[in-house]
Structures are given as C-alpha cells and as structure tokens.
C-alpha cells in the first residue's frame, strides 16, 4: 500500500511540476508575442482590452462549465477594486516598458517583485527578516544592477520596468489577504473583467479627445494577441492554479523562476535580441535571489498573474 500511495504522490509531484513549468512557459512568452503584437501596429491599450475582453469571457466560460459561483457582493467588489487599479497598473506599465526596452531586460526587472514582496510583507505584515532573507535581497539587488547595465532600453523603459515590480509587488500583498477563501477561477475572473473594464473606460475617454486607440493591423498581428489572452493569461493561470494545489507555493514559485528565462531566450531566438554576459550573470544572480527567498523558513511569495 505505502509503494503504491509513494507511487501515486510521485506521479502527482511530476505532474504539478510540468503544470508550473507550463504555467511559466505561457507567462514567459508574453513580452515576445506583444512585441509582435506592437509591430503589426497595436498599441498598449488596443493590446489591454483584447487582452482582457478575450480573457475573461474564455474564463467566465470555464467558471460556467465547471459550475462556479461568483464570490459574495463584498469580495467581489474587493477584487475588482484589485484588478481595475493594481492589475491594470501593473500590466500598463510592463506592456509600455515593452516599447522602451529589451523584453528580456523587461522580464528580469518584473521578476524583482519576490524582493519587493519580502519588504513590504516585513513593514506592514511585520514578517521578520533574516539573515537568509537579507543575503537573498543583496544578492537580487546586484543582479539587478548587472541586468540594467548590460540591457538595452532607455531610462523610461527600465523605470517602468521596476515600477511593474512594484506594483505587482503590492497587489499580491494586498491580494494574500483579498483572495483568501475565494475560489481561484473566480477570484481571477473577476479580476481580469475589472482590468478589462477600466481600459475599455480608458480607451473610451481617449477616443473622445482626440486619441484614438490602434489594434493589430495583420494577422500576425491579431495572432499574438489573442494568444497573450488564451496562451499567457488564460492557460497560464489556470495551469498555475492546477500545479500550486499538486506543489505547493514554495516549490511552485521556486519553479516559476524559469519564467523570465524562457522570455531571455525567446526574445534571443525569435527577436535577436543581445544578451550580454553581464545581463546573463545579472539575471542568474536575481533567479538564484528568488530561490533563496524561497527556501524553507523564508517567505516564498506565491505568483499570481502577470
């Protein structure tokens, strides 16, 4: 019986483990498909409310299909309050960093957010910080710094950058607290509809002065897209989800590290992007950071959507 229950928890373990790395495949991706995206003419917000509108109607679907119920009036109202000012933060300013500099440079300064986590979970969740966590921090800090000095992107694109971070940073504090007890395909849902509401707001109000908003103008275009809403935003989350119940979130967050790496090497493959050997060993340097933050016995934030 113990072969066969080590057997079967073995088999979920790999499982989970191949969800997470999907997940992080999917998420991965998305700074090199909305460079295509932008190339066929799209602009940020013309991007953002596909990207929402696809989004969630492929979720509310699921949640009809599995039978799902929306969570009550009050949390509801929390968790759009989440997506319509943190998502949409956090995706507007990684989406325009996109336009100033390197996706792989993007995608290194974005995984900062475990570092921004630990900070804010000590100042007002009164975590303590240990030696572990400190050296972890240094060491994120350095390799941050190697990242940006052998990146290519202007000042704006690596403000932004860190800024994604930083925001991304508070909505999964604010989010621990918000989503606990909420189904996850619910709570994402919603999430996603308020995000895709608020820009389609936006663009609403810029169209009216005199701004109008510009779609992907080829199907190359419109491929990408849609795949940053079904393939980074829908599987990816939901592949996710899937894997953190099999894993947990310490080991599941350990294994979303290879996230920006899958971005590093897409944008070399597909974008030609240069890599220089000072942004490699500064990405290596803030993954190893991330891991470290993720041992036992220190806090390991649990990734959420990007």
Not at 58 to 87: D, E, F, H, Q
Request: one cysteine or more; hydrophobic letters at 55%; aromatic letters at 8%.
């Amino acid at each position: 019986m113990s072969a066969v229950l080590s057997t079967g928890s073995t088999r979920d373990a790999l499982f989970g483990v191949i969800l997470i790395a999907v997940s992080a495949t999917c998420f991965g991706a998305m700074a090199v498909l909305a460079r295509f995206a932008y190339a066929s003419g799209a602009d940020v917000f013309g991007l953002l409310v596909v990207r929402f509108s696809v989004a969630t109607l492929a979720l509310a679907g699921i949640m009809w299909l599995r039978g799902t119920p929306l969570p009550p009036l009050s949390r509801v109202l929390a968790l759009a309050a989440m997506g319509g000012i943190g998502y949409v933060g956090q995706s507007y300013t990684f989406f325009t960093a996109l336009n100033h500099a390197q996706a792989s440079l993007v995608a290194l300064l974005l995984y900062l957010y475990p570092v921004f986590v630990t900070l804010l979970a000590a100042l007002f969740l009164k975590e303590p910080l240990t030696r572990t966590t400190l050296a972890a921090l240094v060491l994120c800090s350095l390799g941050a710094g190697l990242t940006v000095g052998g990146g290519e992107g202007s000042a704006l694109g690596i403000a932004l950058g860190v800024a994604s971070a930083v925001i991304y940073s508070i909505y999964i504090v604010v989010g621990a607290r918000l989503t606990r007890g909420v189904d996850s395909l619910a709570s994402t849902t919603v999430i996603c509809a308020a995000s895709g509401l608020v820009y389609i707001v936006m663009s609403t109000i810029r169209v009216k002065t005199g701004t109008p908003i510009a779609f992907p103008g080829d199907a190359m275009g419109w491929a990408a897209t849609i795949a940053i809403a079904l393939v980074s935003t829908v599987a990816a989350i939901l592949t996710f989800f899937a894997g953190l119940q099999k894993l947990g979130a310490a080991r599941a967050s350990m294994l979303s590290t290879i996230e920006p790496v899958v971005t590093v090497v897409l944008a070399a493959a597909v974008l030609g992007e240069h890599i220089a050997m000072s942004q490699a060993f500064g990405g290596a340097l803030i993954l190893a950071g991330v891991l470290w933050l993720a041992k036992p016995g220190t806090r390991a934030p649990a990734d959420q959507e990007n």
